[in-house]
């Protein structure tokens, strides 16, 4: 089931999925004896941070379209139909297809802070929601990847957000 969602609802979830995963990477308490809970709480801040940059893309690009066709575009729903690639289904969770519809790989590829941020944002896997295995790395270095993850995707995230503001508006916004 699509739920369609509309620009500020996206931008808002990006923020608060960040703010989620930051959350989670403060140590959790665990019960004793349960070898997975610190995996769990960095699994779920892996997912969150990459969720947010799915959302901030999304948002980008329903006000790119608004831009680019002149009209009151909203939602989701509006746009994903119109883009240049499949961005339904699980295609709808692909970052580097959502960033070549947002029209943003050519700035990506000019700011080199956000390029080595974007490098690791782009392998984001959403279907480790669906996991109960824990990240296959020992824990100093799983942690240490999720913290440098979650990191990246903030960094993008805020990115993708100042960029938003160098479009032009249409007379409707």
């Known amino acids: 089931m699509d739920i369609d ?3 500020d609802l996206l931008w808002t979830l990006a923020q608060r999925r960040i703010a989620d995963a930051r959350e989670l990477l403060t140590p959790p308490y665990l019960k004793p004896g349960r ?13 969150l ?24 575009v ?6 994903k139909g119109s883009v240049p690639f499949n961005v339904s289904g699980k295609q709808g969770h692909n970052l580097g297809r959502l ?19 974007w490098t ?3 392998k984001w896997n959403p279907e480790v929601r669906y996991t109960d295995r824990p990240m296959d790395m020992p824990h100093e270095t799983v942690t240490t990847y999720v913290e440098t993850f979650v990191d990246g995707c903030e960094a993008v995230r805020s990115w993708v957000y100042n ?11």
């Open 5 to 7: 969602v509309d620009e």
């Open 120 to 122: 690791e944002c782009k």
């Open 163 to 173: 960029q938003r503001h160098r479009l032009p508006t249409t007379t409707e916004e």
């Open 49 to 72: 941070a990459g969720y947010a940059v799915e959302c901030a893309l999304k948002a980008h690009i329903i006000r790119l379209y608004r831009r680019l066709q002149g009209t009151h």
């Open 35 to 47: 070898k997975d809970a610190g995996r769990r709480h960095l699994q779920a801040a892996y997912y």
């Open 74 to 79: 909203s939602r989701w729903s509006q746009v």
């Open 99 to 117: 960033l070549a519809c947002a029209e943003l790989e050519d700035c990506v590829r000019a700011n080199l802070a956000i390029n080595l941020c």
